[in-house]
C-alpha cells in the first residue's frame, strides 16, 4: 500500500486556485522532494495532506486514511518539522522531549526510553538539561527530526526543514533522513535547495499550483536536458505566472 495517495486534489480560496487538480503517489519508505517556488502551491497542499486543510475537490488518502473524514487519524500517523524550528527554545532537551512524548501519546515508559534513545543516538549526554535555545543549530534540527519521528509516524513531513544551515549540517541533517527511510517511515520533503532534491528518491515540482514535472532526479534531469536538478527546476520556474498561494 502507497503512504500517500493523491487524485485530483484541488483547492481555491475564493476564485483563487492554490492548488490545481495535482496527482500523485508515494510509497512507503520512500523519500519524495515536493518542490516548487514561492508562490507555488506547496504549502497549501502540504497542509491537506497533514490533515489541516480541507480541500475544495479530489480525493487523497494520507496513512491510508481519508483527508475529508479522517483528519484526526492522519495527525495521529505522521510527523511533523518546519523550517521555523518546532520545538520551545525555552525548554531544556529533556523538557522538549517531555512535552512532545505526551503530545503523541506516549506513556511514561515510553518517553523515558526514547530519550535515552534520542540523547544516546545524537551524541547529548550532559546536555539533557540544556535550554534548547542554546543548542548549535545543527543539534537544533538533529532534535527537532529525532522529536517529530519518535513516535514512531507512519510518513514525517519536513517542510523546508534544513532553511538558512550550512552545507555540512544539512549533509548530515540527511543522514537522519535516510535512516529514516530505512526504517519504512516515508519522507515528505519540501525544499529551496536543488542538490537536496538529488538526495530524493523521486520529486515532483510545482508551478501555478500543478505539477509540471514528477519522477526520479536522473529521469528528470534526462528529459529537460540538465545536469543537475538547479537547471531542471530553473527551466519550469521560469514560465510561473503567479508570485502568491
Not at 487519524?73 to 525555552?90: E, N, R, V
Not at 506516549?106 to 535515552?116: D, G, M, S
Not at 540544556?130 to 513516535?151: D, R
Request: with cysteine.
Amino acid at each position: 500500500m502507497n503512504a500517500i495517495e493523491v487524485k485530483g486534489i484541488t483547492k481555491k480560496f475564493g476564485d483563487f486556485v492554490a492548488v490545481d487538480s495535482i496527482s500523485f503517489e508515494v510509497g512507503t519508505g520512500e523519500i519524495f522532494g515536493f518542490l516548487g517556488a514561492n508562490g507555488a502551491g506547496k504549502s497549501t497542499a502540504m497542509r491537506m495532506l497533514c490533515g489541516l486543510l480541507e480541500p475544495t475537490s479530489g480525493e487523497a488518502k494520507v496513512a491510508g486514511f481519508d483527508i475529508y473524514k479522517q483528519r484526526e487519524q492522519i495527525k495521529k500517523s505522521i510527523g511533523y518539522m518546519s523550517q521555523k524550528f518546532s520545538l520551545y527554545g525555552d525548554l531544556t532537551v529533556a523538557e522538549n522531549i517531555k512535552f512532545w512524548g505526551g503530545l503523541y501519546g506516549l506513556t511514561k515508559a515510553e518517553i523515558r526510553a526514547k530519550e535515552e534513545e534520542i540523547v544516546e543516538k545524537l551524541e547529548m549526554r550532559g546536555w539533557e538539561n540544556s535550554f534548547v535555545a542554546s543548542l548549535p543549530m545543527g543539534w537544533k534540527q538533529k532534535l527537532a527530526f529525532s522529536i517529530s519521528i519518535m513516535h514512531s509516524p507512519k510518513i514525517v513531513f519536513l517542510d523546508e526543514p534544513t532553511g538558512g544551515v550550512d552545507p555540512i549540517v544539512r549533509r548530515k541533517f540527511w543522514e537522519e533522513i535516510y535512516d529514516a527511510s530505512l526504517r519504512s517511515i516515508t519522507v515528505f520533503v519540501t525544499t529551496h535547495y536543488m542538490d537536496e532534491a538529488e538526495y530524493c528518491d523521486r520529486a515532483s515540482i510545482m508551478v501555478d499550483g500543478q505539477i509540471r514535472a514528477l519522477g526520479t532526479p536522473a529521469e528528470l534531469k534526462k528529459k529537460f536536458g540538465r545536469a543537475d536538478m538547479d537547471g531542471v527546476f530553473k527551466d519550469l520556474a521560469r514560465g510561473a505566472q503567479r508570485k502568491d498561494a
